[in-house]
């Protein structure tokens, strides 16, 4: 079986292509800055049993979703799973919204996913990895969100439209590629803390949390084996991973 997760190189990325590999994928690890970080995954990728290798791009440039697109179709001939999980979290204030911070948002959250699971689609549709369905009848592609996508926090605004628009893009394929290929999203509560927030603001988050603390990226990982291996029927829904953060008022 094979997998590509974009933003593999640490934090989430990396535990949802290790647990990949403990489960039998081998893995494209993708990155982008964190070259150190991508051969640390692939080596963790090793030690839990699965084939991996390394594969750099920035996806708010067109050129390199294709270069990523071309590096898995060098190596592989079908495509089981493909995650889109690379992201950048970051605030702005509304008036400060520039047109780069607009359009790095869009083309990182909704046009790489597409152009992705576009270059990859011929690849997903030989593939095949869900219980209950013969290899080759078609693979699946995981959407990582957010429960902010319709819940905007404030400051966050173009990050915020941008996964709302990636739910969209999930929900499209789920309609143009099925029955071949599945599409789900996976939208994550506070799974591991920005590197920015102070101890006061994790304290006063995690507080509002019904199950009373953060998850973690393994939380992430389960699911999305889950939802690639065990969930045939799955398709076209996004379903929250947050400790129940997202039902409260
Ligand atoms: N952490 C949470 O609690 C939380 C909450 C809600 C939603 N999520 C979602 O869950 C996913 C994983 O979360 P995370 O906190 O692990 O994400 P993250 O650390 O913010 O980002 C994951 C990776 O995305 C890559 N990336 C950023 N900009 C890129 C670009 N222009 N081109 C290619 N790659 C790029 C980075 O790779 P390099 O390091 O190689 O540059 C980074 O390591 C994201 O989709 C996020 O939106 C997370």
Redo the contacts with the bound molecule.
């Keep these: 079986m094979h997998a590509l997760v ?2 593999a ?5 990396r535990a949802i292509a290790v647990d990949l590999a403990r489960r039998g994928f081998d893995v494209a690890v ?6 150190t ?2 051969d640390q995954t692939v080596a963790a990728c090793h030690e839990a049993g699965g084939e991996a290798f390394a594969v750099a ?4 440039k067109a050129e ?1 979703c294709r270069a990523v697109v071309d590096a898995v179709r060098a190596r592989w001939d079908t495509l089981d799973l493909l995650v ?6 970051e605030a702005r204030p509304f008036e400060e919204i520039g047109l780069e911070h607009w359009e ?1 948002m869009m083309s ?1 959250h909704v046009r ?1 996913p597409m152009l992705i699971t576009q270059g990859l689609l011929p690849l997903l549709r030989a593939g095949g990895c869900t219980q209950g369905r013969a290899p080759g009848e078609g693979g699946v592609v995981v959407h ?5 996508a319709d819940r905007p926090l404030a400051g966050y605004t173009a990050y915020s439209v941008s ?1 709302a628009a990636l739910v969209m893009l999930m929900k499209c394929m789920a309609v143009e590629l099925a029955p071949a290929v599945r599409s789900v999203g996976i ?8 590197p920015d927030y102070d101890e006061a603001k994790r304290v006063r988050l995690a507080g509002r949390i019904p199950m009373g603390r ?2 973690s ?1 393994e939380d ?1 990982a389960k699911l999305v084996s889950f939802v690639a291996m065990e969930a045939p029927y799955l398709n076209g829904v996004i379903l929250p991973v947050d400790g129940g953060l997202s039902a409260r008022y």
Excluded: C, E
């Design positions: 974009t933003g190189g640490q934090r989430v990325g993708h990155y982008r800055h964190s070259r970080g991508a791009g920035d996806l708010s390199d889109h999980n690379a992201s950048t979290f790095q990182l790489a990582i969100g957010d429960i902010g996964k939208s994550p509560g506070q799974v591991m803390w920005p953060v998850g990226p992430i």
